[in-house]
């Protein structure tokens, strides 16, 4: 065989050479041997011609032109020495022992049929169909019946199984079939229905529920279970000779047809099948069915074509036979249990399967040619399996192994693996290695062996060369393509799909082997996404993986890919060397033009905010404090940090050189402003940084301006409630910062001082009036005269200033309803004009004269309510209710009597 051509050519070609045989047929080789032929017995004397065989487990029942029924039991001979390539032609491994011999009609015995579950053997001869039972064949029925009486000139019928229910079919002479069921108190099949055909019938079988009629050249399917007419599902007369006769063979879940010679495939509901026919180097006297094989009797040999899901291997083995006259198959399916032979009721089972056997002895069946008797026999399926290994042919090789997979005949999985290694091995030498892979993915092998392929691309510790040790020389010298740039890319990606699949999850347990090999895979796999430049490189790095940490770092390292080098750290939990390198291109003077994806802080901040170990922190945030502090602020600024808050403080004060006060005012900002913190403390502490930041001559390196600080200062002391004002007024100068302490004195309620700061300290009367508005409350005694105390301090200035008399003018008209009038009087000066007063004098007096109506309107409201209720008061005190002897509680239902009781409503 040329292992050199393509896989994908036809199946012909893959699998046919030359061979002689008679001159009618072509000249075949075939690709494998599935079956072994023997003669079983030389032609049996006195006899004309076999006409039927029916099997019975271990018993042959052969029919003869002559009426003479000869039963034989078969005997399987195994042999001694162990085979592991299948049977000789030579080899005899049956042999048959006549059982009896005797006259059972007087005409030809043209079909039988035997039944195990039933234990009957069904025969036709002379016309009329007979049942007897298996072991002495007593006579069951001397004839089937209909309406009429017992059938006769039936020329065929077919029998099926379904539900545990046997239904027999019959075609007769005439234009009509008769339809029959089992009856097993009566022990006989009963006469159901006769159907008229518009022909007579040349062909019958059973398609599960319906049934198939051939005629000379038309295909009928008809519904036994339901009235509906005949229709046909095929018809041949599309012209060619006529020298072909009806034929058809009903197989799991299709149909075979014949048309002129080639055989049509259909669906048991007459839907087209597989595209293309079966084609035979004639038409077959006879077929047989043994999954996945159909055997075809010709002429002079027989023919063996392979069918599978989507494909026909025509003339998969030639066995020389000629004059094939019938074969054991019956027209029975059993479609309750279904054995390997698929219902065809020519297998039966074995307990298990002896791998030391060359043939499954219940793979066979049985043919007479020249009243000589043959058994064809299949090689064991591992058998099949590795010649067609050892042939180049893998594809038709795991075929095979797919079609008996989940079964007693499943091949090991070790032989199932070496066929798809050897098959990936073959692919990848042609350079097709995405299939090449896949082939790989489905065995459970070392991935090393693959990683072998490619040579010095990887780690040595990642592959192993004994497997590529012993590759074809072909295969050695395909490995050449890989020196092709593109060939080399195109196996990296379908080498990283493999290596996706077959990675171990490293938080799986692992030891041994399998540590050794998880490390390879995620090894060279990072090696092959790392040379593809492939964007999915990042996801392996930042989540747990089996990486070898030398070499991924050394390539990694070697690469530039610095990035990647920090995640592959991290999940590595190597975060010293980690945060070294970062540090190391964060300090650069000069950044590299070409890399620059870790310059700066960021990317070290941003990887101490995901680290809990607080040494590690305290050691590289300081460069970052020193650089840049307030970006650095986010290291301790997030959800759970490992450090309590005056441990950040003192750190801060650890920096030499640095920006101190402003990096704790940064911090301290957010935790109260951002975090919302309530401690009295961190407000406490914060004030007086503002403070010493504005006191202090040594700010020009820290990041704020004073303007700054005194703004925010001047906010927290408004807005907070939880600093202590009298504490923090005790750290003020008392000659400076008077807004400030403005401040803190109305926080703790000292009015009169606070407003003094305003008015005579910073001269600022809307301050002074805001601070009064705010404050104002008429139900407090503290507070409801403060704008009394206001005009105090306009009218006593201090010493060498004038009273400030337009200040409390306009205060009274702005504010005339927050002020006592009586004691504002009282206040002013009495060289006051009256003229100025007057705007004032007004809207008091309007206010008076409003609240005094007011208060009248309340009056009579309340006094016309009063009256209301009082008129209701009387007429309720009207109402009376009698209660006689008899009158019972409607809750209780007992009389209330003298009881004490109350009137709702």
Known sequence: MNHSRSHSSSLDDNLTTSSSHHSSTQSHSPGYKPFHLQQLCPPIAGIKSIESLAVWGNTIYVGTSDGILIIYDVIYERPKRVFHSGASESQKLFSLELQQRKSFSKKAITQLCAVSELSMLISLSDGIIRLHTLNYLNEMDKGLRNDKGVMKNCTMFALKKHQNEWRLVVTFKKKKISLLKWHPKENTFKWVQDLTMPDVVKKLAWADENVLVGFKREYFLVHSSQNKPPHVVFNANGGGSSQYECDCKVLPNEMLICQTGLYVVISHEGAAGRHRPITWGEQPAALAYLNPYLVGALSNYLEVVLLTKNRVTPRL??????????????????????????????????????????????????????????????????????????????????????????????????????????????????????????????????????????????????????????????????????ENPKNKRDALNALIQYLSCRRIPAQKASHGDDEVIGEAIDTSLLYALLLNEDEYMSPLLENDNRCNIADSENILDKCRKYKELVLFYKTKQLHAKSLALLKAHGEKTHPDRDYHELDGVAPTIQYLRDLQDADLIQRFSRWVLKKEPLKALEIFTREYSPFEIDDILELFESIEDGQVMSMKIGYLEYKIHEKDSMDADLHNTLILLYLNYLQSDNVENECFDKEDISDRLIEMLKESDYYHPEKMLSKFPPNDLFLERAILLGKIDRHDQALMYYIHKLDRTDLAEEYCVERYDENNMSTRDIFITAIQLYLQPPEGKEPR????????????????????????????????????????????????????????????????????????????????????CPVCKKAIGSSAFALDP
């Open 317 to 482: 083995q030639i066995i020389p036979l000629e004059g094939v006259t019938c074969i054991s198959q019956p027209n029975y399916v059993d479609l309750d249990e279904k054995q390997i032979d698929e219902g065809q009721g020519v297998g039966y089972p074995l307990s298990k399967v002896d791998p030391d056997d060359p043939v499954i002895p219940e793979f066979r069946t049985f043919l007479a040619a020249k009243n000589a008797l043959y058994i064809l026999c299949m090689n064991q399926f591992f058998i099949q399996a590795r010649e067609l290994q050892d042939k180049g042919r893998f594809k038709y090789a795991l075929q095979l192994c797919d079609i008996v997979e989940g079964t007693k005949y499943e091949v090991e999985t070790w032989r199932v693996n070496t066929i798809h290694m050897e098959y990936g091995y073959h692919l990848f030498a042609k350079a097709e290695y995405e299939k090449a892979m896949m082939e790989f993915n489905e065995t459970d092998s070392d991935p090393r062996m693959v990683l072998a392929l490619f040579g010095d691309i990887f780690p040595c510790n990642s592959r192993t060369d004994s497997q590529v040790v012993g590759l074809p020389e072909k295969t050695r010298q395909g490995l050449r393509h890989l």
């Open 805 to 888: 008399i337009e200040d409390v003018i306009r205060l009274l008209v702005q504010h005339y309803d927050k002020i006592d009038i009586i004691k504002a009087l009282q206040l002013i000066p009495d060289d006051i004009y009256l003229k100025n007063l007057e705007f004032y004098l007004q809207e008091v007096l309007r206010e008076h004269v409003q609240k005094r109506r007011r208060k009248l309107v309340m009056k009579n409201l309340a006094r016309s309510e009063n009256m209301q209720v009082q008129e209701q008061y009387i007429l309720e005190r009207q109402r009376h209710v009698k209660i006689r002897v008899n009158k019972t």
